[in-house]
């Protein structure tokens, strides 16, 4: 079936540094999503993007991220700078459309901020 | 309030017996998933189920929407049915759609 990929799978950082991660979406797929999962804890929605705009964010979508597809390129979360509450775990999902469709998710990024 | 609300929590098989896993979701919804979680972390969806009745293999999904809520069957359990299943409702919304996930129940199934 359909595939999303994202890179790295495992990303170890400092505290305060800057942090990109990459997703490659399913090809004609308009709408792009990004979930955080805290080692153990509940999958929380994070931020979705459409047509080159955040569309909505969670209260977990701190002023330090930020998302982006510039061109058809991946689609991308940064972290500037980060702290030691978002190590977890960071899926990528996207959608034909907005609505009753179905999310396509990535294997997800393992982020440990030190 | 939690919007999502799975039972069991966490279940414990013998190889060969049956699951019914459960989902109960506190708004209206337009549509619904499943997914399987390996103990690693990965995410594998097993159905996206909006309404009725879906099958694949063992598995089988039944969504009421009027009723906002879904359930999963495992028949014949296997030992690497073994991991997390989180169920997670759409909900559009005005600006976009999102998943509000469950906590998950998580499945051991012993030889």
């Known amino acids: 079936g359909p595939k999303v990929l994202q890179i790295p799978s495992h990303q170890i950082i400092d505290m305060g540094q800057m942090v990109t991660l990459n997703c490659d979406p399913v090809s004609n797929h308009l709408y792009f999503y990004w979930y955080k999962q805290i080692l153990g804890q509940q999958m929380e929605f994070l931020v979705n993007f459409y047509n080159g705009k955040v569309m909505e964010k969670s209260k977990l979508f701190k002023d330090q991220f930020s998302v982006e597809r510039p061109d058809g390129s991946y689609f991308t979360l940064k972290i500037q700078p980060t702290a030691l509450e978002d190590s977890a775990v960071y899926f990528c999902?996207?959608?034909?459309?907005?609505?009753?469709?179905?999310?396509?998710f990535g294997p997800g990024t393992r982020l440990t901020v030190l | 309030g939690q919007q999502v609300q799975q039972s069991p929590t966490s279940l414990v098989l013998q190889e060969g017996e049956n699951a019914e896993l459960q989902c109960n979701f506190s708004?209206?919804?337009?549509?619904m998933q499943w997914f399987y979680q390996r103990p690693g972390g990965s995410l594998i969806s097993v159905f996206y189920?909006?309404?009725g009745t879906k099958q694949s293999g063992r598995l089988t999904s039944t969504t009421v929407i009027k009723e906002r809520r879904s359930s999963l069957h495992i028949s014949s359990s296997q030992i690497t049915d073994s991991g997390t299943y989180l169920c997670?409702?759409?909900?559009?919304?005005?600006?976009?759609?999102?998943?509000?996930f469950g906590k998950g129940a998580k499945l051991t199934v012993s030889p």
């Open positions: 997670a409702m759409e909900r559009e919304q005005g600006t976009g759609s999102k998943l509000s």
């Open positions: 708004t209206s919804l337009n549509s």
């Open positions: 999902a996207s959608s034909p459309d907005w609505g009753a469709y179905e999310q396509y």
């Open positions: 189920n909006p309404s």
